[in-house]
């Protein structure tokens, strides 16, 4: 896991990413829907991804497991429909952030203005969100523990062209999911060498191979899918300088 996961600068980003209102993420002249600046995408993932009225569990028992759950939002957006929520990150500054979330419902931060001129923000949890029902612990999602789950929802959000192998990660993906749980990914397939080897990227290279397709061929054979969707994100680095991505957002039915 390259070191900047544990900057104080992508600290920053990320909370402001899974937090932040519209007033403070969205920048006047700002050239994109409002939509993708209204709700933040983390909270986007889950409502758009997760039917609540398929999961196989009566609702007072339903499970979730987050995978690089990195500050928590979508974690704590799991716990409207599912009584236990197990987040998981490979960076411990992010897991120290989520458990102060979870323990106090809020965590200072700073989003920066521009050089090293900063504000600070609160990120907080919507106070209608039940937190002892969300627990965070740090993680590596290729090495997982064995004997975890199976759940009722299983979410990556823009885990996989992150991690260094993600074919252990999608192998492991059968196991954790419950038959006729859902399986909820996220990723703008950006493969990059200093995250995934290249000879271990699914997709990228051979125009004849592209990441979704090479996506589908690796469950298909486990999980069914159920919906696809594309899910706009922004990351504000400055006032004036972002950061666009378009995720490709399935739900997958476990057979």
């Known amino acids: 896991m390259p070191s900047l996961y544990e900057s104080r600068k992508l600290l920053g980003e990320y909370l402001h990413l899974h937090y932040a209102g519209e007033e403070a993420l969205r920048h006047p002249s700002l050239p994109v ?4 600046t209204s ?7 889950v409502r758009g991804l997760l039917d609540p009225d398929l999961l196989p569990s009566l609702p007072e028992e339903t499970t979730a497991l987050e995978v690089g759950c990195a500050v928590g939002a979508s974690s704590f957006e799991l716990a409207r429909s599912c009584v236990r929520v197990e987040g998981s990150d490979y960076s411990e500054s992010f897991i120290t952030a989520a458990q102060r ?3 106090e419902g809020n965590h200072p ?3 920066t203005v521009e050089g090293f001129l900063s504000a600070p923000f609160e990120a907080m949890v919507p106070v209608d969100i039940d ?5 965070f612990s740090v993680q590596d999602a290729t090495q997982l523990p064995e004997g975890i789950g199976p759940y009722d929802v299983v979410l990556a959000a823009n885990l996989i062209c992150r991690l260094p192998d993600p074919e252990a990660f999608l192998n492991r993906l059968g196991d954790l999911v419950k038959p006729g749980g859902q399986l909820l990914l996220t990723t703008p397939f950006t493969w990059l060498e200093e995250y995934t ?3 271990r990227w699914i997709g990228g290279i051979d125009p004849d191979r592209r990441s979704e397709a ?3 061929k690796r469950l298909g054979g486990e999980f069914r899918l159920h919906r696809r969707l594309d899910l706009p994100f922004l990351i504000r680095e400055h006032e004036r300088k972002y950061q666009l991505g378009i995720a490709l957002g399935t739900t997958w039915i476990r057979l």
């Not at 829907?33 to 993708?36: A, G, V």
């Not at 709700?39 to 993932?45: A, G, L, N, T």
């Open 131 to 135: 937190r002892s029902r969300v627990s």
């Open 33 to 36: 829907d409002p939509s993708i």
């Open 197 to 199: 080897p290249k000879e």
């Open 109 to 111: 931060a700073l989003q």
């Open 214 to 216: 090479e996506l589908m």
């Open 101 to 103: 979330l979870q323990a």
């Open 39 to 45: 709700i933040p995408f983390p909270v986007r993932c």
